[in-house]
């Protein structure tokens, strides 16, 4: 049987080893200490408690590791992961932005691209909607996919996933940075003006994709609009959660990251520069 383990009891990690425990798969959820995690997996099921190991405790390898902390807390577990994986383990990382994988020494990794929403209130993980992870198609993750199919977590398989992750770079621009900025949760975009900053500032991160070669359909930015109006007014973005926790954004893999192919390419972003400038201040 395939052992598989999940770094990060936050609400990505907790639904993934959620979802693949409820189909009676080996899973361990590792955390900084022992302890316990309650799961509300919403549409009405039962809550439920899934039990947290201290990640320095764990001495055998997984052949299947999903990596959900935050894309700036990496670098912080590399340490920890070594122990948890051989040459022949498959290393997922589920987390939000955009990281060069070749800068890590890790022989079999891949980036997801993960629609699951949830939030996490000291130790309950409260899911809103989605559970599915998106993978470059190769003879791994075709593997993968078939010995998931049973379970709650969705794996799609993509020719380009390049493509794939410029389009949540992309969601995440607009719902995240407003509801971070404006300390509130999807509700925000009900204010008078928001939902056409919103448009303006998708539209600058589009004009980055481009520059780098990614093209969309020319609805993109509609469809995006149509995502975040099936959000409940009450779910929050991971980085409207940091910021009200003073937590450390994720903008350095997400707006920092377009930020930066903006420049290269010489690009006219003004909304764009403005958020990403007013997120460093929160950053101070």
């Given amino acids: 049987m395939t052992r598989y383990g999940v770094v ?7 639904t993934i080893a959620y979802e693949l425990a409820q189909a009676d798969n080996e899973v361990q959820l590792l955390g900084r200490s022992d302890k316990r995690v309650e799961y509300a997996p919403g549409n009405n099921q039962l809550r439920t408690s899934l039990e947290v190991t201290d990640i320095k405790k764990v001495e055998a390898s997984f052949d299947v590791l999903f990596v959900a902390v ?36 890790i022989k079999h990794i891949y980036q997801a691209v993960v629609y699951i929403s949830g939030q996490k209130d000291g130790n309950t993980v409260t899911h809103f909607r989605d559970e599915i992870l998106h993978l470059q198609r190769d003879e791994s993750t075709q593997q993968l996919k078939r ?34 900025l404006g300390h509130d949760t999807a509700r925000v975009l009900k204010v008078n003006g928001m939902r056409e900053l919103v448009r303006n500032l998708i539209n600058d991160g589009l004009k980055v994709a481009q520059a780098e070669g990614i093209q969309f359909e020319t609805t993109l930015i509609n469809d995006i609009i149509r995502i975040y109006d099936g959000y409940p007014d009450e779910m929050g973005t991971s980085m409207y959660y940091d910021i009200k926790d003073r937590k450390t954004l994720e ?3 997400i ?11 010489n690009l006219n972003t003004p ?10 201040a929160h950053q101070v």
Wanted: glycine share 6%; net charge negative; no cysteine.
């Fill in 8 to 14: 990060g009891p936050g609400a990505v990690g907790t």
């Fill in 70 to 105: 935050k894309a700036h807390q990496l670098d912080a577990v590399m340490p920890d992961l070594a122990q948890l994986i051989d040459d022949n383990s498959i290393v997922i990382l589920a987390q939000n932005g955009y990281r060069d994988l070749n800068r890590l020494s």
């Fill in 147 to 180: 010995e998931l199919d049973r379970s709650g977590l969705h794996i799609e398989l993509e020719d380009n996933i390049e493509t794939t992750i410029w389009y949540k770079l992309l969601v995440n621009l607009g719902i995240n940075s407003v509801t971070a």
């Fill in 251 to 253: 903008i350095d893999y």
């Fill in 255 to 265: 707006q920092g990251y377009i930020y930066e192919k903006a420049r290269i390419h």
């Fill in 271 to 280: 909304y764009l520069d403005t958020i990403y400038t007013l997120l460093l």
